[in-house]
């Protein structure tokens, strides 16, 4: 998401120097004595995470008797730190569905609690004159990916998965995380990135963008709340409350995206905003992946077992997976009642 490599080391060393990112007064009539609990995020700052910015700022953590920190450590395996608590006092991770698979096929115990992002967001985009309009269309085409691993690699796999075209005939080159600059400058034809990041920060200098939605050819698991099982069978209570305060944010998100964008600023370092008017973009653009006609069916938060069935069935044919996994102990959708 938005990863430029320049700017991490500049974000990193503001966030040293900050500590963690201050929690919001409690709100009135809230619990006095606050559990400290810990959100690590394998990313820097970033509007993206305004759910949990709007239910910090707006007391609703308070309320649930709780001091949220943020721990931007810029670390991958943020799963494997949730799954350690209690010795990593790491209570809470945001990480992808397809992360947690992974974990868990290698005996890592995590699992699922909340799906924010219900639908997979990366997407193949290009400039409009490309004429990109389906995975049909990339046969003819050079293709940007910033390197074979995480969840632009997975990108490439599911649409060739899906499509049926072979990786081997697709002109694929490893391009860094410049993929809008690259797309721009004609260095390739098409990138993946995230659906509200590149493609957004491409249209911001002026040219039309078409995109192609991976989740619409073969969608996976996407991004939420992820702990351990040992803190879900000793303190189910503590992931109750982290959930219904973190769905209230979401859900004032959604309904006040002017409000949660501002209230979100407060959470990122300065050097890292740049363009304002863009950021608000980003979030804009983030809202649409956050709800669908399964969050309509069965409220925010909730996880799609039959995605899951599709992302394990693809991890395993891909070779992303050594073996199968349980899909069905691998999240719970408990803890949104």
Known sequence: MLARMCALV????LIAGCGAA??????????????????????????????????LAKGYYADAGLDLRFDYNFENDVVARAAGWPESAVEFA??????????????????????????????????????LSSAEDLRNLSIGIPGNFGESLYALLALTYASGIDRAALNVQEIGFTQAQAVLEDKVDVAIGYAMNE?????AQGEAVDTLRVADIYNLAGNGIVVSEVLIEQEPELVRRFITASLRGLADTLADPDEAFEL???FIPEAQLGD??????VLLNSLPYWQNAVTEANGLGFTDIEVWRRSEQFMRDAQLLAG????ETAFTNDFLK
Not at 24 to 33: F, I, K, N, R
Not at 109 to 121: D, I
Not at 199 to 203: D, H, I, R, T, Y
């Open 94 to 131: 945001t990480a992808s569905g397809t992360s947690t698979l992974l974990a868990r096929q290698q005996g890592i115990p995590a699992k699922t609690v909340m799906t924010l992002y219900q639908e997979f967001p990366l997407v193949f985009f290009a400039k409009s004159s490309t004429g």
């Open 10 to 13: 500049l974000v990193a060393l």
């Open 264 to 266: 979100s600023l407060d």
């Open 199 to 203: 493609p957004v920060a491409l249209a």
């Open 276 to 281: 304002t008017e863009l950021q608000k973009q």
């Open 324 to 327: 199968a996994v349980e899909v």
């Open 22 to 55: 201050p929690a919001a007064e409690p709100a009135a009539g809230a619990t006095t004595e606050l559990r400290p609990v810990t959100l690590a995020m394998s990313f820097i700052p970033n509007v993206q995470f305004a759910p949990y910015y709007v239910a």
